[in-house]
């Protein structure tokens, strides 16, 4: 297993465009996360999948926002009508069931610039 | 609220200084997880250490000691002997043990710099 993937690196759209973002994470992980990083600060986290079941959203994640794990593997992250505000690192990590620790890996992240 | 405050924005040593990172955390629950991430140039975050609450026991690996103390509610990080490799971004996370969603609320994150 390679770790947790993300796909594509680097992404420049213009403002209005759609964009959609993938992550392959670790075949045994069953718990995957998105979050956001802007420059100069902290990851902001934006959801969770537990297997396919999506339990938790944060505010951040507007409307705009949607994010799939069909059959509880890979994860897709959209966002509709982008704007400039969207620019930033969108990162995806997974991580066993909480009784097997906490194993948390991130993948490189997909790195968004909104033109 | 659960909250973590890195104050040092950025600090810059010179090579084989030892150097500290502080980290404040807050939260109301009595069982959580504290992390420190490294983040070089690259963008990957690299883990680098978890330490749950009941386990205030100092740690050492190689160059990099933690200091937990729940007293202060401070979880720094130590270098010692700084190398240029370790110019990175370092991040502390907290997670909360009872909501159960794993999810990490990070710090700002204190960018060090180490000259040669």
């Known amino acids: 297993d390679t770790g947790v993937s993300q796909d594509p690196r680097h992404k420049i759209t213009k403002r209005g465009q759609n964009v959609t973002f993938r992550c392959d994470p670790i075949?045994?992980?069953?718990?995957l996360y998105w979050y956001r990083q802007t420059l100069g600060q902290g990851p902001e986290f934006l959801t969770y999948?537990?297997?396919?079941?999506?339990?938790?959203k944060s505010r951040l994640l507007s409307d705009r926002f949607s994010a799939e794990r069909p059959k509880g593997s890979f994860s897709t992250l959209e966002i509709q009508r982008t704007e400039q505000g969207d620019s930033a690192m969108y990162l995806c990590?997974?991580?066993?069931?909480?009784?097997?620790?906490?194993?948390?890996?991130f993948g490189s992240g997909t790195r968004l610039t909104v033109v | 609220a659960q909250k973590v405050t890195q104050a040092q924005t950025e600090i810059s040593v010179v090579e084989k200084e030892d150097v500290t990172l502080d980290c404040v955390y807050e939260?109301?629950?009595?069982?959580?997880?504290l992390f420190w991430y490294k983040q070089p140039p690259s963008g990957e975050l690299v883990f680098l250490i978890r330490r749950n609450s009941f386990d205030e026991q100092n740690e050492i690996s190689g160059r990099y000691s933690w200091n937990f103390q729940k007293s202060t509610s401070s979880f720094n990080f130590t270098i010692t002997a700084s190398q240029v490799v370790d110019s990175a971004v370092y991040f502390c996370a907290l997670s909360e043990g009872q909501s159960n969603t794993g999810k990490l609320i990070f710090g700002q994150g204190t960018t060090l710099q180490v000259k040669p």
């Open positions: 990590a997974s991580s066993p069931p909480p009784q097997e620790g906490y194993g948390y890996t």
């Open positions: 999948f537990q297997n396919e079941a999506q339990l938790e």
């Open positions: 939260t109301r629950d009595t069982t959580y997880y």
């Open positions: 075949s045994e992980h069953n718990r």
